[in-house]
């Protein structure tokens, strides 16, 4: 009964492509976040969302986009992949914004 | 925006050895601080974290300091033992609760 949860585990597609990653928790908490991760092991906060605010980090494209179908879910929607978006993309998860984060198993995304 | 510095970026020990890594921060209004765990090809795993309230904070082998005077803290592994090693991560929580992660310490230790 994994806490945070992302599928899939690996994605492999072309430049220009739209894709989603999908994250669900089971921790019944209130805030989720999404982290990219480059290959020099760099942790950086792309968006922080409850069911009351967005947070975006004003560094990321517009062409990512957080959605929640609700609490327990927040899906990452990229569109017109570029060859920089590749990266593992993590999930995150805490009770309150200024609670402890849980992360997720991370996806893997190769851009072609 | 708030920035975290971390050192070393590296750093290999002998088992048995102690082992200290250190952070800077920006924003003053900074309170709280975690620090994780990252093995190769896993999940970033809470560690330890201390909020600003107090100075020091340990569990078993391992402890963080905080001085909020100076904006830094620091993490202290004792009796290092083979399986520490794996990248590690300072972070702080800022004013607009957002997580800023230092660029982490890839520790090894040596049987």
């Known amino acids: 009964d994994t806490a945070v949860s992302q599928t899939p585990k690996y994605l492999v597609t072309q430049m220009g492509n739209d894709k989603s990653i999908k994250c669900e928790q089971n921790?019944?908490?209130?805030?989720m976040y999404w982290y990219k991760q480059d290959s020099k092991k760099f942790l950086k906060i792309m968006f922080s969302?409850?069911?009351?605010?967005?947070?975006i980090n004003e560094t990321v494209p517009n062409r990512f986009s957080p959605k929640s179908p609700d609490k327990a879910h927040l899906n990452l929607h990229i569109n017109s992949l570029e060859l920089g978006d590749s990266a593992v993309y993590f999930c995150?998860?805490?009770?309150?914004?200024?609670?402890?984060?849980?992360f997720g198993p991370g996806t893997r995304l190769t851009v072609l | 925006g708030e920035n975290v510095e971390q050192h070393p970026s590296t750093l290999s020990v002998q088992e048995g050895d102690s082992a200290v890594i250190k952070c800077t921060y920006s924003?003053?209004?900074?309170?709280?601080f975690p620090w994780y765990k990252q093995e190769l090809g896993k999940r970033p795993q809470l560690i330890i974290d201390?909020?600003?309230?107090?100075g020091e904070k340990k569990d078993q082998r391992i402890a963080v300091t905080l001085n909020k005077t100076a904006k830094h803290f620091s993490l202290h592994i004792t009796e290092t033992q083979p399986e520490d090693s794996a990248v590690y991560f300072c972070?702080?929580?800022?004013?607009?609760?957002?997580?800023?992660f230092g660029g982490g310490t890839r520790l090894m230790v040596k049987p």
């Open positions: 995150a998860s805490s009770h309150s914004s200024a609670d402890t984060q849980y």
């Open positions: 921790l019944g908490h209130d805030t």
């Open positions: 969302y409850n069911n009351k605010e967005l947070i």
């Open positions: 924003d003053s209004a900074s309170n709280y």
């Open positions: 201390i909020r600003s309230n107090v």
């Open positions: 972070a702080d929580l800022n004013a607009g609760n957002m997580l800023t």
